[in-house]
Nanobody
Framework: QVQLVESGGGLVQAGGSLRLSCAASGLTFSGYYMGWFRQAPGKEREFVATINLRSANTCYAASVKGRFTISRDNAKNMLYLQMNSLKPEDTAVYYC????????????????WGQGTQVTVSS
């Protein structure tokens, strides 16, 4: 079955960096558009970044543009999110997601989800 497993979360001070990873299995990774979403306590899940099949196109939420970078390695079935200049408001559970149809910022368009990894940014 399809599995998406996130890792790399943790506690970091404001201004610091983290690199999240998402290991995919059970699907032809190169055939899926991938995305990162996050959910803070008491808030709805929100879009962070997305990347198309061959990394030619990316899209970011305005709140993270210029600080976060999404990338993928199709040979390794891996998705990444490099997060720099972290802010306390970036604190959330971060999820990777996969869909076969299109590059999209809408969570409901994604078929598969990981279990999430916690990112906590202290001030």
């Amino acid at each position: 079955q399809v599995q998406l497993v996130e890792s790399g979360g943790g506690l970091v001070q404001a201004g610091g960096s983290l690199r999240l990873s998402c290991a995919a299995s059970g699907l032809t990774f190169s055939g899926y558009y991938m995305g990162w979403f996050r959910q803070a306590p008491g808030k709805e899940r929100e879009f962070v970044a997305t990347i198309n099949l061959r990394s030619a196109n990316t899209c970011y939420a305005a709140s993270v543009k210029g600080r976060f970078t999404i990338s993928r390695d199709n040979a390794k079935n891996m998705l990444y999110l490099q997060m720099n200049s972290l802010k306390p408001e970036d604190t959330a559970v971060y999820y990777c997601a996969a869909n076969k149809v299109l590059i999209t910022t809408t969570a409901s368009n994604y078929e598969y989800w990981g279990q999430g990894t916690q990112v906590t940014v202290s001030s």
